[in-house]
Nanobody
Framework: QVQLVESGGGLVQPGGSLRLSCAAS????????MKWFRQAPGKERELVAD????????NYADSVKGRFTISRDNDKNTVYLQMNSLKPEDTGVYYC??????????WGQGTQVTVSS
């Protein structure tokens, strides 16, 4: 079955950096676009970044452009989110997502990111 396991979250001061990882299993990882979402307290889940199957194409939310970088390692079945120059408004639970088939979508359990001094 499809499994997505995020890691790398934590508490960081404003201006700091974190790298999130999402280890995937149960599907042909290299065939699918991968996405990172986040959900801040009291807000809807929003798309942060996505990456094409071989990494040639990426997209970012305007709020993170120039600060976040999504990447993937298809040999390790892992997608990453490098987050630099973090701001308090980046606080939230970060989720990995994949839709490997029509009408199907899978989420990881999420990893908490807190940006605070």
């Amino acid at each position: 079955q499809v499994q997505l396991v995020e890691s790398g979250g934590g508490l960081v001061q404003p201006g700091g950096s974190l790298r999130l990882s999402c280890a995937a299993s149960g599907f042909r990882f290299s065939s699918y676009r991968m996405k990172w979402f986040r959900q801040a307290p009291g807000k809807e889940r929003e798309l942060v970044a996505d990456i094409s199957p071989y990494g040639s194409s990426t997209n970012y939310a305007d709020s993170v452009k120039g600060r976040f970088t999504i990447s993937r390692d298809n040999d390790k079945n892992t997608v990453y989110l490098q987050m630099n120059s973090l701001k308090p408004e980046d606080t939230g639970v970060y989720y990995c997502y994949v839709a490997p088939g029509i009408g199907s979508g899978f989420w990881g359990q999420g990893t908490q990111v807190t940006v605070s001094s």
